[in-house]
């Protein structure tokens, strides 16, 4: 044999060897499952309040979704002016409303004159709120109003910005006072917010993965050492794809589950999606439309 090949050999046998070593003292830690994650049967989240069926992150919404029997919600909230902490996805205020500006400008009162469903489209294709008051509502009212759901909270103020700097502990202290960390699920785009949060926390709030922490699973999950894996976060909600990730898969969804972290689907808006990824192992849904979210809990309620 060639030099060439005997050293593609050796690199190999050392690979090999890494391998079989870190296998055998690898111990990969579970997560200890949080109380907000306990469900007995897969479990439905409206997208910002039902998003496909009423303005998103508005009363109108929350009301709609809650009619057709879905679990709980998962909402973006950014800090106002008067550091309230409202339910709204965008920094400004410019795709929803016919105003423009930012949320960080604006104070609760401000915000809650304009019409937040004024660009909403319906499923008809015309727009029925423009003529209506929908109004932003605050984090708070929405807790205090559905005690008995589930809230996944995604923090969207970066953390190198002031609204995002104070933003964790401003979410902690309201989730304290209020007494429902049983009933709430942190996370953020931004991976840094999250550790923030947990910094108030002390693990005793579920947390979900941000991007930095679903890039990390991916990557381990799809090389020969994801029995290294240690994961720091307790649910992961995800697309069924962003990029060349692919996280539609049975084996990804038991790789989490074998460490107790659940996996949740985000956006899926189509009964024959819903039903597949359930009995992949799914946690469950993200939906736009608990309308039709409504035949699948029908079905696992039974």
Known sequence: MGKKTNIAIAIAAASAAAW???KAISKPQKRELKEALQFERPVVIAHHGGAGLAPE???QAFEKAVSFGVDGFSICIRLTKDEEIIAFHDATVDRTTNSSGYV???TLTELQQLN????FECLEGNKPYREESVAIVSLRELLETYTDKLFIISIQDSPDTYEGSLMPSKLWRLIEELAVQNQI???SPH?????????YARNSIALGAGEADIKKAITAYTSQFGHLYNPKVDLFQVPLKSG???FDSQKFIK???DLNVPVLYSEIDDLVTMSRVVRQGAIGVVTNRPDIAELLIQKVTQ
Not at 116 to 119: A, D, H, K, L, P
Not at 194 to 199: A, G, S, V
């Open 20 to 22: 079989a070593g870190s």
């Open 57 to 59: 992150h508005s009363l």
């Open 104 to 106: 960080k400008d604006m």
């Open 116 to 119: 937040n469903g004024y660009n």
């Open 185 to 187: 699920i942190v996370t």
């Open 191 to 199: 991976s840094e917010q999250i550790d923030r949060f947990n910094l």
């Open 244 to 246: 060349v990730f692919n």
């Open 255 to 257: 790789f989490l589950a």
